[in-house]
């Protein structure tokens, strides 16, 4: 079985451009939450999407937005780039598993803005 | 305010030594647990994962954890590191299907 996929793989955009990141999720996964990865630090959550409603949001500003398809793939936008949105962008599709849920991640976007 | 604290950020073992990582939370609600491992360039692996029940919880590539609710610990070991355990290891929390809430991670370096 094919594992949560993110397209693209790597990135390089100016400071003030927009930027869009894809997602699939693992098939039958209707979760699909976003974090952000910066050097050195652990992940931090920024969007959580189940049957394409959003769930939560992280302490992101407004530049940040996401969406879910009726496929429950998900795509994450950023506006304006800034050069401190450079990182490691992960996607985690959720499963329901022996009691609780598990979030499966996908190989992340290196986002570089400069 | 929920978190996760790994007090190391970087260890270095012998290889065929022994390890343990140490993760401490706080979280108002019944946690989930979970160490995942991060190779460089790469998204992030579940190790294991602790829910309910026995507290010791086997996970994959022979690590194991503990979880100790009075110590508020997860303590990530494996009895004997391989040069490929070389990576990053983060801590994390959650209460079901609610986001994970993340330590920052210790860099493990194995040397022959």
């Known amino acids: 079985d094919a594992g949560v996929t993110q397209s693209p793989t790597h990135l390089i955009k100016t400071r003030g451009q927009q930027v869009t990141l894809r997602c699939s999720p693992i098939?039958?996964?209707?979760?699909v939450s976003w974090y952000q990865q910066v050097l050195g630090q652990g992940p931090q959550f920024i969007f959580q999407?189940?049957?394409?409603?959003?769930?939560g949001r992280g302490n992101f500003p407004d530049r940040f937005s996401a969406r879910q398809f009726p496929n429950y793939s998900s795509e994450l936008n950023v506006n304006a780039l800034l050069l401190g949105d450079s990182a490691l962008y992960l996607c985690a599709s959720s499963s329901w598993t022996g009691g609780s849920y598990e979030q499966y991640f996908g190989p992340g976007t290196r986002l570089t803005v400069t | 305010a929920q978190s996760v604290t790994q007090p190391d950020i970087h260890i270095t073992v012998s290889e065929g030594a022994s390890l343990e990582l140490r993760c401490n939370y706080s979280?108002?609600?019944?946690?989930?647990l979970f160490w995942y491992v991060q190779s460089p360039g790469q998204g992030l692996q579940l190790l294991l994962k602790y829910f309910s029940g026995d507290t010791l919880v086997q996970g994959i590539k022979g690590f194991e954890a503990e979880f100790k609710r009075s110590q508020s610990s997860f303590n990530l070991r494996k009895p004997s590191v391989h040069w490929s355990d070389a990576a990053e290891y983060f801590c994390?929390?959650?209460?079901?299907?609610?986001?994970?809430?993340f330590g920052k991670g210790t860099r493990l370096s194995v040397i022959a």
């Open positions: 999407y189940y049957e394409k409603e959003e769930r």
């Open positions: 994390a929390v959650n209460s079901g299907n609610t986001p994970l809430v």
């Open positions: 979280y108002g609600a019944t946690p989930y």
């Open positions: 098939s039958g996964h209707k979760s």
